[in-house]
């Protein structure tokens, strides 16, 4: 979801328009071996039969004009409706996707976006994480692209429940972004708040506009590799391995940081027309903007190499049961002190989770210290394999099960009972030490969410 951008105080100079570009994109490549110390998580070469779509096991349609509960045009002003058509989405038997954007003769314009359905890419504590594709930008300049935003980026995973309402403190990495038929590319990192912030928002910590000499109608590799086994972490942006863009972890501060890093991602790739940033560079579409030139994806790839759990948030310090807990700490939800209703397995992601949990259910913290106040909110690392149509809060009291909640947010299906998200949520402000209880409301008796960690912040 990417906000509309205020115009960059400073651009890179760049090609002027003209007509289109003469590169064909024709050229199938394999997926990559890992590099040195990686291993390959996810792939997809896109080799299926001309005129089909997507595996759906592997990708979701983003369809309409935003998410569900989310903001109106995606958020961006942009101004096409995304479906799952294969007159806008397919792959063309020559080992490529194509995501094509079309206009009627009522002058409406769709297009597609698509979203992996894993969102759990993430660097390691200690390792590194890379997300690659090979693209071909449409292959249109001058007044015919005007409009035109084709994309290549990643939301962390607490977007997805919330129809990214969270925006822009759980993060999105922006690998490539190119407008209106420019001979560029634009990468950024949003995080904080908005507008404004420690990141600078809607406009982001960007690279800027970079030059890209033959990317519209050409295949080049983007790329971007999260580093976590330096200090400071750095976050680093490549066109054809070339490394044009890092940022490092003391580009802001630490809370800000972790929070759009520090979690499971998932990848999207889009063709957008209209909205805030073409808007910045020229504008558009307009009756002269060209319909139906594609980006085309040759391949997406996820790498990882090792280092231990991705730890979302810093580690607890107090040992529960016993004692005072710090509430700005981690509390690992198999730390109960009661419960109703819930049991504990295993987690993917190291140590144990409370599960099977379902309506009426209930844990309970006693001894959480929340000091002298300055709650902003807490965060709930959460996973859940529900069914269709089965969804449920995840709600916090005080000292009572029947008091009134200071905060909640909703669940559904995260794509599996260990596919964990963070997600955050307001809450009233809290002082002094508490007896805290998470409670579980929903309209169906199925388990609706397991719970692994929780999390107040300032």
């Known amino acids: 979801m990417r906000i509309p951008r205020r115009l960059l105080a400073v651009a890179t100079a760049m090609l002027a328009v003209g007509a289109s570009v003469t590169f064909v994109a024709t050229a199938d490549a394999a997926v990559p071996p890992p590099p040195s110390g990686m291993s390959?998580?996810?792939?997809?070469?896109?080799?299926?039969?001309?005129?089909?779509?997507?595996?759906?096991?592997?990708?979701?349609?983003?369809?309409?004009?935003?998410?569900?509960?989310?903001?109106?045009?995606?958020?961006?002003?942009?101004?096409?409706?995304?479906?799952?058509?294969?007159?806008?989405?397919?792959?063309?038997?020559?080992?490529?996707?194509?995501?094509?954007?079309?206009?009627?003769?009522?002058?409406?314009?769709?297009?597609?976006?698509?979203?992996?359905?894993?969102?759990?890419?993430?660097?390691?504590?200690?390792?590194?994480?890379?997300?690659?594709?090979?693209?071909?930008q449409p292959n249109?300049?001058?007044?015919?692209?005007?409009?035109?935003?084709?994309?290549?980026?990643?939301?962390?995973?607490?977007?997805?429940?919330?129809?990214a309402t969270n925006w822009p403190s759980i993060g999105e990495i922006d690998i490539l972004e190119n407008i209106n038929g420019r001979s560029s590319v634009f990468s950024a990192l949003h995080c904080g708040s908005n507008p404004g912030g420690p990141c600078n928002e809607t406009t982001g910590l960007t690279s800027g506009e970079r030059a890209c000499s033959g990317c519209l109608g050409s295949f080049h590799t983007y790329a971007m590799e999260y580093d976590r086994s330096v200090s400071p972490e750095q976050l680093r942006f490549y066109l054809d391995g070339n490394n044009y863009f890092t940022l490092t972890s003391n580009a802001v501060d630490s809370t800000t940081w972790n929070n759009a890093l520090h979690h499971g991602f998932f990848m999207i790739l889009n063709v957008a027309i209209g909205g805030g940033f073409p808007a910045a560079f020229g504008g558009g579409p307009t009756s002269a903007t060209q319909p139906g030139v594609p980006m085309l994806i040759d391949y997406v790839a996820v790498y990882q190499s090792g280092g231990g759990t991705t730890p979302t948030t810093p580690p607890t310090t107090t040992p529960p049961p016993s004692g005072s807990r710090d509430a700005y700490s981690r509390i690992e939800a198999e730390s109960y002190n009661a419960s109703a209703g819930v049991q504990v397995e295993t987690a993917s992601e190291g140590g144990q989770n409370v599960s099977h949990i379902a309506n009426g259910d209930w844990v309970q913290f006693n001894n959480v210290n929340f000091g002298t106040g300055g709650v902003k909110d807490f965060v709930g690392r959460v996973a859940s394999g529900a069914g269709t149509a089965v969804s449920g809060l995840v709600e916090v009291r005080l000292d009572s099960r029947s008091n009134a909640p200071i905060g909640s947010f909703a669940l559904a299906n995260t794509g599996g009972w260990q596919n964990w998200v963070s997600i955050p949520a307001n809450v009233s402000n809290v002082t002094g030490t508490h007896t805290v209880y998470l409670t579980f409301t929903s309209g169906q008796p199925a388990d609706f969410v397991n719970v692994n960690w929780i999390q107040f912040r300032k």
């Open 140 to 163: 249109v300049t001058g007044a015919a692209a005007a409009g035109y935003w084709p994309a290549f980026w990643a939301l962390g995973a607490a977007a997805r429940p919330v129809g």
């Open 40 to 136: 390959l998580v996810f792939s997809d070469d896109f080799t299926g039969a001309s005129g089909t779509g997507l595996n759906r096991t592997n990708w979701l349609y983003s369809t309409g004009t935003g998410y569900p509960g989310g903001a109106a045009n995606w958020g961006t002003g942009e101004i096409e409706t995304m479906t799952d058509s294969t007159a806008n989405v397919y792959q063309d038997g020559a080992g490529n996707l194509v995501i094509k954007p079309l206009r009627d003769s009522a002058g409406r314009w769709t297009s597609g976006r698509v979203e992996t359905q894993r969102t759990d890419f993430a660097a390691p504590a200690g390792g590194k994480m890379r997300m690659e594709a090979r693209i071909a």
